[in-house]
């Protein structure tokens, strides 16, 4: 139910997971997706987090188009379950990170899904998680904001001034449920230092979380910044 997009002329990254019953939950996905690049302009980057609401708004609306099809329904005698009727619902995670040529970097969030970024420092290389989950304490499976899910939201919005050869890392909780953050680290430094590619931290992350245990959909997206010569600190 994972969705990953990436739209070079504009520098947009995005990953969502969706939630549902069935194919509801890529449904959601990808509505979500489809509406905030639909709305988000380059030029102005403060659309990116108006793109999140635009989102959850389309969302939103789906689901409650599906409620009124129940009752419609229901009138006429057909019987749904409480269980039915919440599996009929969809929501998605939405984490978009766009990077401004002149390597501001705007983040908007709403879920789990993760930003990291990894920076060479004079002394040593650091990772970062750049957001924070909106899952209940100790329950990482419980959300507690997600997209179409409620009638508001309060997204996470964040700005980074970005370096040249910074790695922005963003994944779904597939990766980071079942892999650690020292992990994502080593393997994002490999990548740094040319050992690997973009595809093969990709690859390896993803095998990573398969093999202890990982039973979810893993999606990731590794961004590496170069900033031009004259940008460059």
């Given at each position: 139910?994972?969705?990953?997009?990436?739209?070079?002329?504009?520098?947009?990254?995005?990953?969502?997971?969706?939630?549902?019953?069935?194919?509801?939950?890529?449904?959601?996905?990808?509505?979500?997706?489809?509406?905030?690049?639909?709305?988000?302009?380059?030029?102005?980057?403060?659309?990116?987090?108006?793109?999140?609401?635009?989102?959850?708004?389309?969302?939103?609306?789906?689901?409650e188009e599906t409620k009124r099809e129940i009752r419609e329904e229901e009138?006429?005698?057909?019987?749904?379950?409480?269980?039915?009727?919440?599996?009929?619902?969809?929501?998605?995670?939405?984490?978009?990170?766009?990077?401004?040529?002149?390597?501001?970097?705007?983040?908007?969030?709403?879920?789990?899904?993760?930003?990291?970024?990894?920076?060479?420092?004079?002394?040593?290389?650091?990772?970062?998680?750049?957001?924070?989950?909106?899952?209940?304490?100790?329950?990482?499976?419980?959300?507690?904001?997600?997209?179409?899910?409620?009638?508001?939201?309060?997204?996470?919005?964040?700005?980074?001034?970005?370096?040249?050869?910074?790695?922005?890392?963003?994944?779904?909780?597939?990766?980071?449920?079942?892999?650690?953050?020292?992990?994502?680290?080593?393997?994002?430094?490999?990548?740094?230092?040319?050992?690997?590619?973009?595809?093969?931290?990709?690859?390896?992350?993803?095998?990573?979380?398969?093999?202890?245990?990982?039973?979810?959909?893993?999606?990731?997206?590794?961004?590496?910044?170069?900033?031009?010569?004259?940008?460059?600190?």
């Amino acid at each position: 139910d994972d969705i990953c997009l990436i739209q070079p002329e504009k520098r947009l990254f995005i990953v969502a997971d969706g939630m549902g019953g069935h194919l509801d939950g890529h449904k959601a996905a990808l509505i979500a997706a489809s509406n905030l690049t639909g709305h988000f302009d380059p030029k102005n980057p403060h659309t990116l987090l108006e793109g999140v609401h635009k989102a959850h708004h389309a969302v939103y609306k789906a689901n409650e188009e599906t409620k009124r099809e129940i009752r419609e329904e229901e009138r006429r005698g057909v019987r749904y379950s409480d269980e039915a009727k919440q599996q009929a619902m969809m929501g998605t995670t939405l984490t978009a990170l766009h990077i401004e040529n002149n390597g501001m970097a705007h983040i908007a969030h709403v879920g789990d899904t993760r930003v990291y970024l990894l920076r060479k420092n004079v002394i040593s290389t650091t990772l970062q998680q750049l957001t924070t989950d909106h899952s209940l304490p100790g329950k990482q499976n419980v959300l507690v904001q997600a997209i179409g899910i409620e009638k508001s939201i309060d997204p996470q919005y964040k700005k980074v001034q970005a370096k040249d050869g910074d790695i922005f890392f963003l994944c779904s909780d597939g990766i980071n449920k079942h892999v650690t953050d020292r992990k994502i680290k080593d393997t994002l430094i490999e990548f740094a230092r040319g050992k690997i590619t973009h595809s093969e931290v990709i690859r390896h992350l993803i095998k990573t979380a398969n093999e202890n245990g990982g039973s979810d959909n893993s999606t990731a997206l590794v961004v590496k910044v170069k900033m031009p010569k004259a940008q460059q600190a």
